[in-house]
């Protein structure tokens, strides 16, 4: 286990630049540019490729990109290959992700059980929004760090394995499905076989969430403040040819509205990072 890869940041330490690795096509990437990207992903918990994809072959370089970090992860709203087109849809309004709306920041498929969860995130950019559609991250590492010095007692609450239970909703009806999970952790402390931290968190209207005890409530929205506050955050507007991948066991991602009917299209893969020995999941408890 090394302890280099704390995932210590916030907006002061970490410029969104430095996130960035240049590649060609992603099928061409070098040994060395294939391993600066694993090692930018577990330093921070992510990192943003930039890609030369050719004409017609944009959604192919993501799949490509996936065979990098496992299998893909099945989604309701996916086709056989797992992509997901995250673009304003209608039939979907109870998905935020098809919506033109604010999301707020999450770890993704906090509703799965445990085995289930996607542990990468691939995010594409074919096409931005002009106003809007922000991309912003917080660190898991240094929330809990914020926590361990400031709020020890909320901390204490969200370490313990039953303290949420979550369900999302259902396709195409307004109501909870039975996609979800009892008792998780927000810090965990026992999933990941390298004895790091687990990070998964998801507190807006979208989902059912069920907190225990009422304690916990004020625990969960002292953590939302911490990720909410930009001295939290780094924020960037995805461009269109660059990838960006989320260590989801470590970091929180959101992103701001934007506007509706501006043809915005991003493409999601989520992997389940199965036999990527380079990666280094969550992370170690900071002091
Ligand atoms: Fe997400």
Not at 111 to 129: A, G, H, N, T, Y
Not at 197 to 211: A, C, H, P, S, V
Not at 232 to 250: E, G, V
């Amino acid at each position: 286990m090394s302890n280099k890869f704390t995932k210590l940041w916030d907006h002061k330490t970490l410029d969104p630049q430095s996130l960035v690795v240049e590649v060609g096509r992603v099928n061409d990437m070098s040994p060395r540019q294939i391993a600066k990207m694993y090692e930018t992903v577990n330093l921070y918990g992510v990192a943003i490729l930039q890609h030369a994809p050719r004409p017609g072959q944009t959604v192919e370089e993501l799949v490509d990109l996936g065979r990098l970090f496992g299998n893909s992860v099945v989604h309701d709203r996916a086709d056989e290959r797992g992509l997901v087109v995250v673009a304003e849809l209608s039939g979907y309004g109870e998905f935020v992700g098809a919506s033109s709306g604010p999301h707020l920041m999450h770890t993704g498929g906090t509703f799965m059980p445990w085995k289930d969860v996607p542990r990468i995130v691939l995010l594409q950019c074919e096409k931005q929004s002009r106003i809007g559609g922000r991309s912003m991250l917080a660190s898991g590492a240094s929330a809990f760090r914020y926590l361990k010095h400031h709020e020890p007692e909320a901390l204490k609450l969200l370490m313990d394995p039953q303290v949420f239970s979550i369900k999302r909703s259902a396709r195409g009806v307004g109501q909870f499905a039975n996609t979800g999970v009892t008792g998780k952790a927000v810090f965990d402390t026992q999933q990941l076989e390298n004895g790091n931290l687990w990070l998964t968190f998801r507190f807006d209207g979208e989902i059912k969430l069920d907190i225990q005890p009422d304690a916990a409530v004020e625990a969960f929205d002292k953590l939302l403040n911490y990720f909410n506050r930009s001295e939290s955050q780094i924020d960037f507007k995805l461009q269109p040819n660059q990838i960006m991948i989320c260590d989801n066991t470590s970091v929180v991602h959101a992103r701001t509205a934007f506007q509706a009917g501006s043809g915005r299209k991003l493409n999601r893969l989520q992997l389940d990072g199965v036999g990527i020995k380079e990666l280094h999941w969550g992370f170690p408890q900071p002091s």
